[in-house]
Nanobody
Framework: QVQLVESGGGLVQTGGSLRLSCAAS????????MGWFRQVPGKEREFVAA????????YYADSVRGRFTISRDNAKLTVYLQMSLLKPEDTAVYYC?????????????????WGQGTQVTVSS
């Protein structure tokens, strides 16, 4: 069992940066694939980025590639999402998710554990 708590969301202007953090409980975090997703009202949860258990590989949605960076610190049981060059269309609730596998996925249905979400609002 893994519990996830996101932090770092907030209000930022277009072109600004934010770093989201996802703190996990449980040493099994170190063997889990991790992902970030986002959701706006009325739409399905959208894949943003994912990282393998040891951080050796990462994957991004086309809409954020080159602007966002996912990373993890297994010693601190934390995964990060560094977001730069933010756009109004990045406004959403961002969720951290854990998958009981060393590999990752772009499909939200494959993640077993989810955080409560953190709001990111980008003003134009």
């Amino acid at each position: 069992q893994v519990q996830l708590v996101e932090s770092g969301g907030g209000l930022v202007q277009t072109g600004g940066s934010l770093r989201l953090s996802c703190a996990a409980s449980g040493r099994t975090f170190r063997s889990y694939g991790m992902g970030w997703f986002r959701q706006v009202p009325g739409k399905e949860r959208e894949f943003v980025a994912a990282i393998t258990w040891n951080g050796s590989s990462s994957y991004y949605a086309d809409s954020v590639r080159g602007r966002f960076t996912i990373s993890r610190d297994n010693a601190k049981l934390t995964v990060y999402l560094q977001m730069s060059l933010l756009k109004p269309e990045d406004t959403a609730v961002y969720y951290c998710a854990a998958k009981r596998s060393v590999v990752t996925s772009r499909a939200a249905r494959e993640y077993e554990f989810w955080g409560q979400g953190t709001q990111v609002t980008v003003s134009s």
